[in-house]
């Protein structure tokens, strides 16, 4: 298979993937109110999976070197649908607890490997394009993800939940016969004992020391925050709909394909320009800025109208900032560090989903509204911490 298409295959699996690993997402409000559980569980169930997310990415992306992405992404997949099951038949919060950590073991690994395998497999020339390929996505079919899984719940909610097992399983299994091995170590070369060290996490942690520097601290702060100031808008976002507007499963999903309309012309333009004709430094500061200002029109938002206009302006604004993050953290990090790199990345990431998830379940019970205005003012810290890091790297001069 010539190298366009392979990656051209790859992608459109990724899409595949990306769209079932959203379809309950629609309804699992309406799972947490039929199960008569507290409101917080949108926020607790969510993080229970970002934790171990967080906790496995920098062990993926160390041991991408070993199995290879696409070993990784077969494993994962299948694992993360068989996680899906476990959690449509779950019928109490310590039950949906478990499960979600379960899926986090797996959802953490796909996508590494989904950053891994561009990094280790694209030309030099194609990576930041690449790169913004996945990021544009992943959020524009998870949006899509959501429409579909939206009008599957108002047939039955488990069926969404099965649906999304067969499709991520199948996923998986296109994706070990799409790509091409990138492991840059034989695992018959590696001993048992060598392997279950690399396989602990806390030491994948301890080995970012290797490449932490200022500028790296300053774009990882930006990282987790931005995705703080995201999950808390979308969880509360789509719980206000369900609990505070009445609406059902199909009207989040339709909210959410207009979001994906949104992203994916704002990321084939703005965010294409943005990384090829600006500093993508200064414009990290604009980007963030421009999605506080969008939340700040939630909060003050009186009517449905407005409400709708401004979050899908803090959606798009989030889908742009992404692939311009991915690509600036690929783009500084050593060549023999990129795997590690990535996976922190993406733990860094779920780490900010995590703290932005457990804010809006718990603050929520507050305010309805007071998630809009947490994410304000997170989504403001992370346009400091992005003039932080210009700031760094001027005084570095680079």
């Known amino acids: 298979m010539k190298y366009k298409t392979r990656f051209a295959a790859f992608f459109a699996v990724m899409t595949v993937f990306n769209l079932a690993a959203n379809f309950a997402h629609p309804v699992t409000p309406t799972v947490i109110q039929s199960l008569n559980l507290h409101d917080y569980m949108f926020g607790v169930a969510l993080a229970a999976m970002l934790f171990t997310n967080f906790l496995m990415s920098p062990f993926w992306g160390k041991i991408n070197n070993y199995v290879s992405s696409r070993v990784s992404l077969l494993v994962c997949c299948c694992g993360y649908g068989i996680a899906q099951v476990w959690f449509a038949c779950s019928a109490t919060e310590p039950e949906i607890i478990l499960a979600r950590m379960f899926a986090g073991l797996f959802t953490g690994g796909a996508f590494v490997s989904f950053l891994t395998y561009v990094v280790n497999k694209s030309r030099p020339q194609d990576q930041g ?21 939206g009008f599957l719940g108002e047939i039955s909610v488990f069926a969404a939940f099965l649906f999304q097992a067969v499709t991520l399983a199948a996923a998986g299994i296109l994706f070990y016969f799409i790509c ?23 030491r994948a942690f301890s080995d970012s020391r290797t490449f932490m520097s200022a500028s790296f601290a300053m774009l990882f702060a930006v990282n987790v925050l931005i995705n703080f100031g995201n999950t808390a808008f979308d969880q509360a976002f789509n719980y206000y709909l369900k609990d505070v507007l009445g609406m059902t499963s199909s009207y989040n999903g339709l909210i959410k394909a207009a979001v994906g309309f949104i992203s994916f012309f704002s990321n084939m333009t703005l965010c294409i320009w943005i990384i090829n004709k ?18 700040l029109g939630t909060v003050v938002s009186s009517d449905v109208g407005r409400l709708m206009g401004f979050s899908v302006l803090v959606y798009a604004g989030y889908s742009v900032s992404v692939p311009v993050l991915q690509n600036t953290v690929a783009n500084q990090a050593d060549m023999g560090q990129k795997n590690l790199v990535m996976g922190f990345f993406n733990a ?16 929520y019970s507050v305010h309805t509204k007071l998630p809009f205005a947490c994410t304000f003012v997170i989504y403001g810290l992370g346009m400091a ?7 760094c790297t001027q005084r570095q001069g680079q």
Do not use: H, W
């Not at 091409?180 to 806390?202: H, I, M, W, Y």
């Not at 600006?278 to 939340?295: F, I, P, Q, Y």
């Open 348 to 363: 860094t990431k779920s780490l900010g989903s995590i703290a932005g998830s457990m804010t809006a379940g718990f603050i």
């Open 278 to 295: 600006t500093d993508t430094k200064r414009s990290m500061v604009g980007l963030t800025a421009a999605c506080a200002a969008a939340a």
């Open 180 to 202: 091409e091995p990138d492991g840059e170590t034989d695992l018959r070369e590696v001993s048992v004992r060598q392997l279950a060290a690399e396989a602990n996490p806390f």
């Open 129 to 149: 394009k690449y790169l913004t390929v996945t990021a544009t996505v992943q959020s524009v079919a998870g949006a899509f993800g959501y429409m579909i899984g």
């Open 385 to 391: 911490a992005a003039a932080g890091y210009l700031r």
